[in-house]
């Protein structure tokens, strides 16, 4: 027995139910794709401006036990290994290694600073000073 041919006719998809499907689903890409991937920037700027904090706490322990801020030809490796003039030294004050940035940039440190005791920041994600948006320089003055 051979079913009747309008049921045969029915199994399936027609090319342009197909064609329709994808253009629904390219507009709902188009609609959530720019958003979405403007949240990861915002994530990355978040991540940067709490790996700043933990590195100001951990300047603030090192200098609470040594007595004073490191040089900026120290710079933040003290912060992990011990410098061979620093007696007091109590560390690693960062229980992992130092960070790099969210864009995989080194932090940029100098002491005495221009804004204070030392200037902690991140040139962005283009790794440049100045900019706007996700390459805006996030300090920690």
Not at 14 to 28: A, P, R
Not at 79 to 104: F, Q
Not at 114 to 134: A, I, T, V
Request: proline residues 8%; aromatic residues 10%.
């Amino acid at each position: 027995m051979t079913p009747p041919a309008r049921l045969h006719r029915r199994c399936g998809f027609t090319l342009l139910e197909l064609l329709v499907v994808m253009v629904i689903i390219g507009l709902l890409a188009g609609y959530v794709g720019p958003k979405f991937f403007g949240q990861i920037g915002k994530s990355e700027v978040k991540a940067a401006k709490a790996q700043i904090d933990a590195l100001q706490k951990s300047l603030d322990q090192y200098r609470l036990d040594v007595g004073h801020y490191p040089s900026t030809e120290q710079g933040l490796a003290v912060l992990v290994d011990r410098p061979a003039d620093e007696p007091k030294w109590a560390g690693p004050y960062l229980s992992k290694r130092l960070p790099k940035d969210p864009w995989g940039n080194d932090y940029q440190y100098r002491s005495p600073g221009e804004h204070g005791e030392y200037d902690l920041l991140s040139f962005g994600k283009d790794g440049r000073p100045g900019g706007e948006g996700e390459d805006a320089d996030l300090t920690s003055w």
